[in-house]
């Protein structure tokens, strides 16, 4: 038997959930699981890491770019929130390998996908279902599971939100990873921007940041850092007469610095 049956408001529930969420985020240092409000999250919804897209009949078909990249080994892990004590457990765990009830990740040359028994799991309808899936220990995307007692209450869930689920029905997971899925770009150093993976090669770009903009490349002969510019051979900028310490001090420093660099083999 069930242990709730009062139905929160969509309203209350959404608020309670980003009060939960907004505490609960800050014992996990993940980045897709510090999302505070129930949320659909991949390349497609709400601005979520590349190279991750759900697919039908979890959202609308996406119609994702690359090809599904089938030598990853995904894990979906799938959480309640209980609304009322704010507390968070882990119900399911799925990998390619291993899964609660049985059930594993099965691939094909378009998605990955395992099926969510619902009926094997003592749901509750006041509280919130997170599906999460992670590589090598990193979220990549979400998507929040709203169940509800009967097919009738589908049509109040709100799809831009939630994921709709009758409570005693199998869910279907699909998913679909390409070359960027496990790429997380990051700037080369303060004179770059953070790249955009490319779905084709799996690679980051790296952006130099606008002509002039002031940043450190890290060596300390360079008097003046500025990003390389843009369509010509990049020139470093002759060194000037700094008025922060004495031009001595500063000369000793650069050559102690340019011995300790030719001694490690370096070439400045």
């Given at each position: ?30 980045p ?18 590349r ?89 990549i ?9 009967n ?93 922060s ?12 610095h340019?011995?300790?660099s030719?001694?490690?083999?370096v070439?400045?």
């Amino acid at each position: 038997m069930r242990r709730f049956r009062v139905r929160v408001p969509a309203s209350t529930r959404a608020l309670i959930c980003a009060l939960i969420l907004a505490c609960s985020a800050k014992d996990r240092e993940q980045p897709v699981s510090k999302v505070t409000k129930p949320l659909i999250l991949d390349q497609a919804h709400n601005n979520g890491p590349r190279g991750f897209f759900w697919l039908p009949p979890m959202v609308s078909n996406p119609n994702p770019e690359g090809s599904n990249d089938r030598t990853l080994f995904p894990t979906v892990r799938i959480d309640e929130i209980n609304l009322s004590s704010g507390a968070v457990t882990t119900i399911a765990t799925y990998t390619r390998s291993s899964g609660t009830g049985g059930e594993t990740i099965t691939d094909s040359a378009s998605h990955f996908h395992v099926n969510w028994h619902s009926r094997d799991f003592d749901l509750s309808l006041n509280a919130i279902y997170r599906i999460v899936v992670s590589l090598g220990g990193r979220d990549i995307g979400l998507a929040d599971v709203d169940v509800v007692d009967n097919g009738s209450q589908l049509r109040n869930v709100k799809t831009n939100e939630y994921i709709g689920l009758v409570d005693g029905r199998t869910l279907p997971i699909k998913f679909f990873l390409n070359l960027c899925a496990p790429i997380e770009c990051t700037a080369l150093d303060s004179c770059h921007e953070v790249g955009v993976c490319s779905t084709t090669t799996g690679q980051c770009s790296n952006p130099t940041k606008a002509d002039g903009a002031s940043c450190s490349d890290g060596d300390l002969c360079t008097q003046v850092d500025v990003p390389p510019p843009r369509h010509r051979t990049p020139v470093r900028p002759r060194p000037r007469r700094s008025t922060s310490r004495p031009r001595g001090l500063r000369l000793r420093a650069c050559r102690r610095h340019r011995s300790r660099s030719l001694a490690r083999g370096v070439r400045l």
